[in-house]
């Protein structure tokens, strides 16, 4: 990705592999107040080989609402812009089939300080954990599956 064909990369739910964290970080270097930046902070969720109950995972299939999805993703982000400090938050969740390391979703901010990041990166990881229209079908070694939320 160069200036030239620069595109700001938006909050929202994407295709597996369809955007990139470097993609994320280029877009927060790029914003109108990069000045104001002092830390850029990302979290990467990424494919574990096992279940909350402790069953083997050979892949998962990742599905959402996108619309509600979209919406809820956007309305976490404006509400941590307002954090004072905060310049830009991007949240990019992935659908898809997934093995396992694979990525699902990054949550990245550009702050104007880390301490003020580092905490409204975790507030945004746990709302969109709980918040957000995302639905994975684990599927076990053992051929099984379960949807879950």
């Given at each position: 990705m160069n200036n030239n064909n620069f595109t700001q990369v938006k909050?929202?739910?994407y295709q597996k592999d369809e955007i990139n964290l470097s993609n994320i970080i280029?877009?927060?270097k790029n914003h109108p107040k990069i000045q104001d930046v002092g830390s850029i902070l990302t979290f990467t969720g990424i494919v574990r080989n096992t279940s909350k109950d402790g069953k083997l995972i050979r892949e998962l299939e990742i599905d959402a609402y996108e619309e509600f999805a979209n919406k809820s993703i956007n309305k976490i982000c404006k509400e941590i812009k307002e954090i004072p400090g905060i310049v830009e938050i991007i949240i990019v969740h992935f659908k898809g089939t997934f093995d396992i390391k694979d990525e699902l979703v990054h949550v990245s901010i550009a702050s104007s300080h880390r301490e003020e990041g580092f905490k409204a990166l975790r507030l945004a990881v746990e709302r969109y954990k709980k918040e957000i229209a995302v639905w994975k079908k684990e599927i076990?070694?053992?051929?099984?599956?379960e949807w879950v939320h």
């Open positions: 909050s929202g739910i280029f877009s927060l076990f070694l053992d051929g099984s599956s």
